[in-house]
């Protein structure tokens, strides 16, 4: 597993760069430091994987109702264009995909595979306690579960932050 301190210079793989996005700080930092290591006018595809109602932690009911999931699809689809613009700001020649995942680390490893991604970009949301218990660690289930290169990069502290 590669995180931030690594060298970019394994990035010699013509695949393209995989973001996995979904909005949050951490995300947008993981591009931001991406668009510093690597040459301008690598492809990237920005991935924001949205999950079925029923597949959420602590669902009440195992069906969604009427339109949710058309809207969870529409927010992922509006999060990765979000995510492409800002990857493209970087330097990226980047698109948009939105895909439904059951899990999102699976769908974002097979992602990779499928377009046979050189590096999967990733930002950690730095949970612990029963956050991490709860929710778990896509960044981490996502680099053990793929051979390929990860890059995971935390957003820096908010001023006040301890």
């Known amino acids: 597993m590669s995180t931030e301190g690594a060298t970019m210079e394994a990035h010699n793989h013509?695949?393209?760069v995989l973001f996995a996005y979904d909005g949050f700080?951490?995300?947008?930092?993981?591009i931001r430091r991406a668009g510093r290591?690597?040459?301008?006018?690598?492809?990237?595809?920005?991935l924001t994987v949205w999950e079925p109602f029923a597949a959420m932690p602590f669902?009440?009911?195992p069906t969604a109702p009427r339109g949710l999931e058309q809207n969870l699809e529409r927010e992922a689809r509006r999060v990765a264009d979000e995510g492409a613009r800002l990857a493209r700001l970087c330097g990226f020649d980047a698109?948009?995909?939105a895909e439904r995942g059951d899990s999102i680390w699976r769908r974002i490893v097979r992602s990779a595979e499928e377009h046979d991604a050189s590096i999967v970009v990733l930002g950690a949301h730095g949970r612990t306690g029963t956050q991490l218990v709860a929710w778990g660690s896509v960044a981490a289930a996502a680099a053990e579960h793929t051979a390929r290169p990860v890059l995971i990069v935390h957003a820096p502290p908010r001023s006040g932050a301890r």
């Open 59 to 61: 669902a009440s009911t």
């Open 25 to 30: 700080e951490d995300s947008k930092a993981a």
């Open 14 to 16: 013509e695949g393209p």
């Open 37 to 46: 290591q690597f040459r301008s006018g690598s492809t990237a595809i920005v």
């Open 95 to 97: 698109e948009s995909v």
